[in-house]
């Protein structure tokens, strides 16, 4: 997790449309679709519910995501597409301003660092850490 995502948009047959190449698979062999911020939402946090969410919330009003291809419905494309791009280019970082799958981006609570269950960490009067379980 970490690497941005190459974009590349193209028009579809019908001026409302954009298709978004990417050089990442979003969904394996599944043909996602979506209609609604809600619909997105209840479907999950996949990366693919994500992202649909994140589009129909910048203004999209359909999106279907098939691998590495994520097209876009929406009336109006001056404002949208340069969202759209940075909103798919940024889907996997984790970390920076443009990060788009931290905690924060991904409207959860940090948790915080993981802490080991059921170790131990004991520390000789050498400096030497030793860990056991129990």
């Known amino acids: 997790m970490g690497q941005p995502i190459t974009v590349t948009v193209r028009p579809g047959n019908d001026p409302a449309v954009r298709i978004l190449d990417t050089n990442r698979s979003l969904t394996s062999m599944a043909t996602e679709r979506y209609d609604s911020v809600e619909a997105a939402r209840e479907r999950g946090n996949r990366p693919p519910d994500v992202l649909a969410r ?4 910048a203004g999209a009003s359909h999106v279907t995501i098939y691998s590495n291809v994520v097209t ?5 494309w001056a404002s949208l597409e340069p969202r759209a791009v940075e909103l798919v280019e940024h889907l ?4 920076g301003e443009e990060a788009g799958w931290s905690f924060a981006a991904r409207g959860l609570e940090d948790p915080g660092p993981a802490e080991p269950s059921g170790l131990t960490v004991k520390k000789s009067a050498s400096g030497q850490a030793t860990i056991t379980q129990g």
């Not at 876009?72 to 109006?76: E, G, I």
């Not at 996997?92 to 970390?95: A, P, Q």
């Open 92 to 95: 996997m970082e984790y970390y």
């Open 54 to 57: 994140r589009l129909l919330e």
């Open 72 to 76: 876009v419905r929406a009336s109006d």
